[in-house]
């Protein structure tokens, strides 16, 4: 089993930048792919940014690319989203997850985290 911590949410303008953390424990979360995910009130889940177990292979939804990055750091065992050029309608409770195969949806993923708040303001 994995288990899966994110942190680095909070409240910031428009244009702003936050780096959010996923710390893993349990099972090596070196030998997983990760992505990240948000959820905004009243909406379903949206894929924002995936990479795979080796850090090779990256993919990012079309809303999020250019503006977010995704990196993770085996030693520590913890995965990042640095998020950039903020705009109010990315507030959204954000999750990262993990699973034995790349994918922009959430069926694959396996282990999930408790989220953490991200509020844009304009």
């Known amino acids: 089993q994995v288990q899966l911590e994110e942190s680095g949410g909070g409240l910031v303008q428009a244009g702003g930048s936050l780096r959010l953390s996923c710390a893993a424990s349990?099972?090596?979360?070196?030998?997983?792919?990760m992505g990240w995910f948000r959820r905004a009130p009243g909406k379903e889940y949206e894929f924002l940014a995936a990479?795979?177990?080796?850090?090779?292979?990256?993919y990012y939804a079309d809303s999020v690319k250019g503006r977010f990055t995704i990196s993770r750091d085996g030693p520590k065992n913890t995965g990042y989203l640095q998020m950039n050029s903020l705009k109010p309608e990315d507030t959204a409770v954000y999750y990262c997850?993990?699973?034995?195969?790349?994918?922009?949806?959430?069926?694959?993923?396996?282990?999930w985290g408790q989220g953490t708040q991200v509020t844009v303001s304009s």
């Open positions: 997850a993990a699973g034995g195969v790349f994918s922009n949806a959430t069926d694959p993923y396996d282990y």
């Open positions: 349990g099972r090596t979360f070196s030998s997983y792919a």
């Open positions: 990479v795979s177990w080796s850090g090779g292979i990256t």
